[in-house]
T-cell receptor, first 117, second 114 residues
Framework: GAVVSQHPSWVICKSGTSVKIECRSLDFQATTMFWYRQFPKQSLMLMATSNEGSKATYEQGVEKDKFLINHASLTLSTLTVTSAHPEDSSFYIC?????????????FGAGTRLSVL | GDSVTQMEGPVTLSEEAFLTINCTYTATGYPSLFWYVQYPGEGLQLLLKATKADDKGSNKGFEATYRKETTSFHLEKGSVQVSDSAVYFCALEKSGGGADGLTFGKGTHLIIQP
């Protein structure tokens, strides 16, 4: 099946630093990727939709200057948490939609746990 | 806005028991409905889906029927195995065309005891 790789799986950083998370589709091309955030015992919340070659679309309440998304190629999207603070600590998950087939299925990465000290 | 409500866990069953995990949704239009499963340390995997009313999705012995009249998509399996232990997420995609992100329920942790 289709594989989405997310890196790193866990990152610890100091408050005020920036952290970049990568999401790669390994065996298919993805014109659309999605970024989600999950708090403990809560559901995944969609943060933004990332389209290759264009600006990301952010959900209401998500700060676009805080969460920078770049989707420069058909296999890679990155999420940068800028000037991270403890309240940004969470589990971030990406997904990618296979654009070569009309499957309308999202394939998910294993997630990145961010801990901000 | 759109929302998905699923039964809270953990749900603990004995092997070979019958499983039902309830899921109801609120959405405008005609969303597509999904069940995803997450095994420890892994990403979410699509278990099954249904794109229109009365469709039945099925995979690995699991089934769910899209019931528009009750806005439900309950997950069932006739005889569970220890290997089915995981977290199960019900989700909807409002457009059904693959261009939208998914709205998820909170997830149900299923524990199967031998």
């Amino acid at each position: 099946g289709a594989v989405v790789s997310q890196h790193p799986s866990w990152v610890i950083c100091k408050s005020g630093t920036s952290v970049k998370i990568e999401c790669r589709s390994l065996d298919f091309q993805a014109t659309t990727m999605f970024w989600y955030r999950q708090f403990p015992k809560q559901s995944l919340m969609l943060m933004a939709t990332s389209n290759e070659g264009s600006k990301a679309t952010y959900e209401q309440g998500v700060e676009k200057d805080k969460f920078l998304i770049n989707h420069a190629s058909l296999t890679l999207s990155t999420l940068t948490v800028t000037s991270a603070h403890p309240e940004d600590s969470s589990f971030y998950i990406c997904s990618a939609r296979d654009s070569s087939l009309a499957k309308n299925i999202q394939y998910f990465g294993a997630g990145t746990r961010l801990s901000v000290l | 806005g759109d929302s998905v409500t699923q039964m809270e866990g953990p749900v603990t069953l004995s092997e070979e028991a019958f499983l039902t995990i309830n899921c109801t949704y609120t959405a405008t239009g005609y969303p597509s409905l999904f069940w995803y499963v997450q095994y420890p340390g892994e990403g979410l995997q699509l278990l099954l889906k249904a794109t229109k009313a009365d469709d039945k999705g099925s995979n690995k012995g699991f089934e769910a029927t899209y019931r528009k009249e009750t806005t439900s998509f309950h997950l069932e399996k006739g005889s569970v195995q220890v290997s089915d232990s995981a977290v199960y997420f019900c989700a909807l995609e409002k457009s059904g065309g693959g261009a939208d992100g998914l709205t998820f329920g909170k997830g149900t942790h299923l524990i199967i005891q031998p």
